[in-house]
């Protein structure tokens, strides 16, 4: 009758018992198989995967469904892991935002539950890429006058990745936006100007991310009413040459005769402006036509139009490279300097600074190469400066085609 105590009746099943056993027993516990709660599996299928410079992205595979949650590890580069966060039971991904571009992280998971951790997972590793950055910026930039109201701009694109440029002008206010173009786009045609008035261009490339920083300045004004580009042939020419401009590609194609432009007097074909002071003229001479070794093509400053007139110029030739040759006083024999082999397409310039003469020869227009020593030529002003085409065979015209052309001016 005590409920502390249990009797137990030895028998004999051959007949009565022989024995009784009073046994007490304080607690009696019966344990039901399955009952016991165990710690959860380790999470298998770990797979980090870099979505962008900002965000990781994580998945795996709970092994049972005992888990309360998930303890997420992350180590960066080769360091040491630490927890990045703990999610709820269910989940198998994680988005991990807290990553920097450009490293690498490596991440490891565990289920937890009342009972206690399980094994951690696998490891699994995920490089962010780059951020992505605003465009390089353009190069290159060249500003040349075609009438009294315009001034066309051209430019390198030196990015993959710009949507598009941002033309600014400075007429003596500072820098103003006046136009936006399309990549590929690199070249603006500034119209409605007043004439015979200087401006400062600039461009910058953009895109989604941003801008780039400001390309070179370029400077150039438009021409007073008599600075129109001019041309004729100079000399004595057997073929009377022509010349054209294109505003779609911004090239003037000039097409010449005339023996040389060398000895004492020449013969060729001449597109000039009139302008005073110190100057530059540069221009990439595209193509030229081969009617003698000795053709040429370039860019010159000349002191009248007489045939016989002091001139300094940069020229390529067909088979002689490139060439900085020049005649110090009306009348006198011709000089030369080798500026070394070249073909076109390839970029030539002359700088008139004072009396002073220096040639220039590139490969890109930006980089420029000082052909020889200046040379001292007395010029009155005005001079006649632009670009010169020979066919070195008075009887056919060879014919050249020049971009980019640029004329500065102080």
Request: charged share 15%.
């Amino acid at each position: 009758s005590d409920p502390d105590s249990v009797t137990v009746i030895g028998m004999n099943l051959d007949g009565p018992a022989s024995a009784v056993y009073d046994v007490r027993v304080a607690r009696l516990t019966i344990p039901v198989a399955g009952s016991v709660l165990q710690p959860p599996g380790a999470p298998t299928g770990l797979a980090a995967t870099a979505v962008s410079h900002e965000e990781v992205s994580l998945s795996w595979m709970a092994a049972d469904a005992l888990a309360d949650g998930f303890r997420i590890e992350r180590a960066t580069g080769g360091g040491t892991f630490s927890l990045l966060t703990e999610v709820g039971p269910g989940a198998t991904s994680h988005a991990d935002t807290t990553v920097s571009p450009e490293t690498q992280y490596s991440y490891r998971v565990r289920a937890f539950n009342a009972a206690g951790d399980s094994p951690w997972s696998a490891t699994d590793s995920a490089t962010t890429p780059a951020a992505p950055q605003p465009p390089a910026a353009p190069s290159g930039l060249v500003a040349l006058p075609l009438s009294t109201s315009e001034i066309h701009l051209d430019w390198l694109d030196n990015a993959t990745d710009a949507d598009g440029f941002t033309v600014q002008r400075d007429g003596g206010a500072g820098f103003d936006t006046i136009a936006t173009v399309t990549s590929p786009q690199t070249d603006y045609t500034d119209d409605g100007l007043p004439p015979d008035t200087g401006f400062n261009y600039r461009v910058r490339a953009f895109n989604a991310v941003g801008d780039s920083a400001w390309s070179n300045t370029a400077s150039a004004a438009t021409f007073a009413e008599e600075e129109e580009w001019t041309a004729q042939d100079i000399g004595s020419v057997g073929v009377a040459g022509s010349s054209s401009y294109d505003p779609m590609t911004d090239s003037f194609t000039v097409s010449g005769s005339g023996a040389d432009i060398w000895g004492t007097a020449d013969g060729f074909r001449f597109v000039w402006l009139e302008l005073s002071g110190n100057v530059s003229v540069r221009a990439r001479v595209m193509s030229q036509q081969n009617t003698h070794v000795w053709a040429k093509a370039g860019v010159m400053i000349r002191n009248s139009l007489t045939a016989n007139s002091a001139h300094a110029m940069t020229v390529i030739t067909p088979s002689h490279g490139v060439a900085f040759q020049r005649r110090t006083a009306a009348g006198n024999s011709s000089l030369h300097t080798s500026g070394g082999s070249g073909s076109t397409p390839i970029w030539v310039r002359i700088d008139r600074v004072g009396n002073s003469f220096t040639s220039y020869r590139s490969a890109d227009g930006v980089n420029w190469t000082q052909i020889g020593s200046p040379v001292t030529i007395s010029m009155s002003n005005p001079v006649f400066v632009g670009l010169a085409v020979t066919s070195h065979n008075n009887s056919v015209l060879s014919q050249a085609v020049f971009e980019e052309v640029s004329v500065i001016t102080d």
